[in-house]
């Protein structure tokens, strides 16, 4: 059932995956001057927000030693 081949009875199927279209895109609307600030702002404030959530984060991220420190000084000063 599978093994026979046919031969295609209209020719444009056959060249269908060689047909090429003459027919051009519209060309795109330019963004304008209001679309391309919101692009801007939108992209400066993602940056914002990631660099203000690495200055915030980096502190909780340290491992704290400096502060042992100073705390284990504190005590035998008192005794």
């Given amino acids: 059932?599978?093994?026979r081949?046919?031969?295609v009875p209209f020719a444009?199927?056959?060249?269908a995956d060689r047909f090429r279209s003459n027919v051009?895109?519209?060309p795109r609307e330019r963004?304008?001057?209001g679309?391309?600030?919101g692009r801007w702002l939108l992209g400066l404030t993602l940056v914002a927000g990631l660099v203000g959530s690495l200055v915030i984060g980096t502190p909780a991220l340290s491992?704290?030693?400096s502060g042992a420190g100073t705390q284990h000084q504190q005590?035998?000063?008192r005794r």
């Fill in 5 to 7: 081949r046919e031969p």
């Fill in 75 to 77: 005590a035998s000063d």
């Fill in 24 to 26: 051009a895109p519209p």
């Fill in 35 to 37: 679309q391309l600030a």
């Fill in 63 to 65: 491992t704290g030693d």
């Fill in 1 to 3: 059932m599978f093994g």
């Fill in 12 to 15: 444009f199927v056959a060249e």
């Fill in 31 to 33: 963004a304008s001057a």
